[in-house]
């Protein structure tokens, strides 16, 4: 059957028609069956059990979209091959592309609506990652309004130090006490009236600073909001998909085999 598919492939209309144009979209796939695997992990993984982690879910995200773009190329070469099927006599080309574009029974998305074959399955999460795309957009914002906070604590820093006189006074936190202002122990003398004692040691006190005290809400809104908002978008999106990892496992294991083939 193998070498009936090759022979196929070979002939000069069907060169032009399937294999070259085939070849082409293959050349910038990227390893969907490797990123399907990890997409099954986070999906299939009990909630509690997922890592939140900023940088390495905005990877994910990345990973998401990639797949997807590897999965309508997939797509594509199955409607190709499908299109000139009548110009095929293997069965494991002609009959392989209808398992994987046909659905037995629809495919259901929610209480509202089913998929009834793979090219509306594919456009419902290619609609998502639109959605998501503005939920990212969102975070970035959060990340730079995040940004222009700590710059700014930066500069009090530089200010209180200036003040005091001491280029060892820093931001320390401890326990819940965020961006504590920590002074060596010869340099209390020249601490601003203003500032309210912390905590202390036998080299240096700690103080919160009331310009610190104005940013910390800010801060922890931002905190929040950045981590339930990124967490949303893994969760919700990689759980609905891994929903439907049989019908993503049939392209990727087909496009495999075709791959060998031409």
């Known amino acids: 059957e193998r070498q009936v598919s090759v ?3 070979m002939e000069q209309d069907n060169m032009e028609n399937i294999t070259e144009p085939c070849i082409k979209m293959l050349q910038h796939m990227p390893d969907v069956q490797r990123m399907l695997a990890k997409i099954h992990e986070i999906g299939s993984t009990d909630e509690e059990a997922v890592m939140f982690d900023a940088e390495l879910d905005k990877k994910r995200i990345l990973m998401f979209v990639k797949t997807l773009q ?26 392989g592309v209808q398992e994987v574009l046909k659905f037995e029974e629809p495919v259901k998305l929610h209480d509202e609506l089913n998929a009834q074959d793979l090219d509306t399955l594919l456009q419902y999460y290619e609609q998502c990652v639109s959605h998501e795309d503005a939920k990212a957009r ?31 006074v820093r931001f320390v936190d401890l326990r819940k006490d965020k961006f504590l202002i920590e002074v060596p122990v010869a340099y ?18 700690r103080y919160f600073s009331p ?52």
């Open 7 to 9: 022979s196929d492939l």
């Open 70 to 95: 590897g999965l309508r190329t997939i797509y594509n070469i199955l409607q190709l091959v499908s299109s000139h099927s009548d110009c095929l006599k293997s069965l494991l080309l002609t009959r």
């Open 138 to 168: 969102a975070y970035d914002k959060l990340e730079k309004q995040h940004a222009e906070i700590m710059k700014q604590l930066d500069e009090h820093l530089t200010e209180v130090r200036e003040e005091i006189g001491c280029e060892s």
């Open 188 to 205: 209390v003398k020249n601490v601003p009236s203003s500032f309210k004692k912390s905590s202390e040691t036998r080299q240096v006190v």
């Open 211 to 262: 310009v610190v005290n104005e940013f910390k809400p800010q801060l922890v809104d931002l905190a929040e909001s950045r981590e339930n908002l990124l967490r949303g978008i893994v969760k919700d999106i990689f759980r609905q998909f891994d929903r439907h990892f049989v019908i993503w496992s049939k392209m990727a294991n087909w496009i495999a085999q075709f791959d060998c083939l031409v």
